[in-house]
């Protein structure tokens, strides 16, 4: 039983810190509630998941032999939190438009924690504390426990945005924080980059 608490804590704090998906999710929630945001928070979860699954299962060793590959996934990952950056820094904060924007996709949200670094090393750190072996049981309790605590963590942030939605409700409030945001995922960006 201690190895599933360890697990589960692991899992927490990789989940609920403070990171990219985290902060589209709370983003998201404040600029379209909490049940649009679902969309987000399952793609996150399932995202983050498969990836998990995967490294478990022997993509580490592929990255191993080709470093060149997690290069890559790290400078599109910048790339795609500065275009999210950008996204939220031109959006206008209009909440109440007859054509109202989209919450973000399952799709996207699984497609952020593929490109997001944050994801990559708590794959890496997880299976080598927990399933350096491979073990494939191990993977797969490892994954179970990682499912539910990734979800209710993101969806904790998608909910914290809800919260402040009623302290948004005017377009130039909804403006500053989504600029706000923005600075936050620029920063992050620029923060993978450095050594």
Not at 37 to 54: D, K, W, Y
Not at 127 to 136: C, I, Q, S, T, Y
Not at 159 to 186: E, V
Request: charged share 10%; hydrophobic share 55%.
């Amino acid at each position: 039983m201690s190895l599933m608490m360890s697990m589960a804590a692991f899992a927490l704090v990789a989940s609920i810190t403070p990171g990219p998906v985290n902060i589209v999710a709370l983003s998201s929630g404040a600029q379209f509630g909490f049940r649009a945001s679902q969309r987000h928070v399952a793609g996150a979860t399932l995202g983050f998941v498969l990836l998990l699954v995967l490294m478990g299962l022997g993509l580490h060793e592929v990255l191993q032999r080709w470093p060149s590959l997690t290069r890559v996934v790290q400078l599109a990952g910048v790339a795609f939190l500065l275009f999210m950056a950008w996204k939220l820094a031109a959006d206008d904060g209009r909440l109440d438009t007859k054509e109202p924007g989209r919450a973000p996709s399952m799709v996207y949200g699984a497609v952020m924690q593929w490109l997001n670094p944050k994801a990559w090393l708590a794959c890496v750190a997880g299976m080598g504390a927990f399933v350096a072996d491979g073990e494939a049981r191990l993977v797969w309790q490892f994954a179970a426990v990682y499912l539910v605590i990734c979800y209710v963590s993101v969806g904790c942030w998608a909910y914290a945005g809800t919260f402040l939605r009623g302290y948004l409700s005017n377009p130039a409030g909804m403006r500053l924080f989504n600029r706000g945001m923005a600075l936050l995922l620029a920063v992050s960006a620029i923060y993978l980059l450095l050594p």
